[in-house]
Structure formats: C-alpha cells, structure tokens
C-alpha cells in the first residue's frame, strides 16, 4: 500500500482546505483497511484527527476536530482510492504537518494502529 497526501497550503484563519490522500495497493489486492489522517505540528507528538473504515466507511474523528473536520472515502477505483479531510474555520492551532496512514482498523485513533503512512502535507493557518 502507498499513500501521498496532498491539498496543504498557507491559508488565513477561518479558511476551509481539502486535503486529498492517494492510496494505491496492488491489482485484485484483497486487503481491507481503515485510512486515518493525523497530525504534527512542529515539535509535539503526532496526533489523531479522523479515520473511516474501508468496509461501510464508518468513521470518526477526534472529539476536539469533529465539529469543524471531516473525511469521506471514494473507493470506486478498487485499486486507488481517495480519501478526503474536509477541514473548515481553521485556525492557528491547525498548523502543522497532515499525514494520511492505512492500517487494519483496531487501533484506529492511535499512530501504532496504522502500518503504512504517506509523506505528509503542510497547513500553515495565518491570523
């Protein structure tokens, strides 16, 4: 499985931006999985933001994000799929690095949770 994110960019506060992640697996792949978006802002931990399930696309996004995040899957390419962050009134605090990451869906809200992890967008929120 591969992933590229992209969509980031330097915006002003109470902007919207749409992220994008790219995820190929190989012809006739089987292998289900959830995508999950995180984010790292420049010196802490890389943290959850949203995920959804590849089977019913079932999601959920992290408590402090939810009202203004969501993410949405289009699988109708069976070997490339798209997934989505909507990310609305952004703020200061959104900056950071937005990584997109493909894992089994146990341990959807946690970093360990995902085995494959694409390179990464940057938000830069201006006020």
């Known amino acids: 499985v591969q992933l590229q994110a992209s969509g980031g960019g330097s915006v002003q506060a109470g902007d919207s931006l749409k992220l994008s992640c790219v995820v190929s697996r190989r012809p006739r792949s089987n292998f289900e999985y959830a995508i999950g978006w995180f984010r790292q802002a420049q010196g802490k931990d890389r943290e959850f933001l949203c995920a959804?399930?590849?089977?019913?696309?079932?999601?959920?996004?992290?408590e402090a994000v939810k009202d203004r995040f969501t993410i949405s899957r289009d699988n109708s390419d069976k070997d490339k799929n798209m997934v989505y962050l909507q990310v609305n009134s952004l703020k200061g605090e959104d900056t950071g690095v937005y990584y997109c990451?493909?894992?089994?869906?146990?341990?959807?809200?946690?970093?360990?949770?995902?085995?494959?992890w694409g390179q990464g967008t940057q938000v830069t929120v201006s006020s």
């Open positions: 990451a493909a894992g089994p869906g146990w341990r959807i809200a946690e970093v360990p949770g995902y085995n494959y």
């Open positions: 959804i399930r590849d089977n019913g696309g079932r999601s959920t996004c992290a």
